[in-house]
């Protein structure tokens, strides 16, 4: 039964979850303050600096969710030997 359900183990538990996280892991470093990406992002809105700045963040984190979701994938695609989820 489990070779037969991870693909979509993988499809929509593993690569939703792990860009949820990863939106939740910002909004918190936001919220918490001190360092990371989120901070960075809420101190430049507070000091009202250039809109590039943000904009780069921004690309920043959909950068790494871009990766962090492709590299997820890839582990899917070894651990289900190719097995596509519909």
């Keep these: 039964m489990i070779p037969s359900a991870a693909p ?3 499809h929509r538990g593993l690569r939703i979850g792990i860009g949820l ?3 939740a ?5 936001m919220l918490t303050g001190g360092v990371g990406i989120g901070f960075f992002i ?7 600096a250039p809109a590039r ?3 780069v963040a ?3 984190i959909g950068a790494i969710g871009f990766v962090l979701d ?5 582990i899917a695609t070894v651990v289900t ?3 596509a989820a519909n």
């Design 42 to 48: 809420w101190d430049a809105w507070e000091l009202l």
């Design 58 to 60: 921004l690309a920043y």
């Design 21 to 23: 996280s990863w939106l």
């Design 70 to 74: 492709r590299l997820v994938a890839l």
């Design 81 to 83: 030997r190719g097995t």
């Design 53 to 55: 700045t943000i904009v």
């Design 25 to 29: 892991i910002v909004a918190a470093e």
């Design 8 to 10: 979509y183990i993988f």
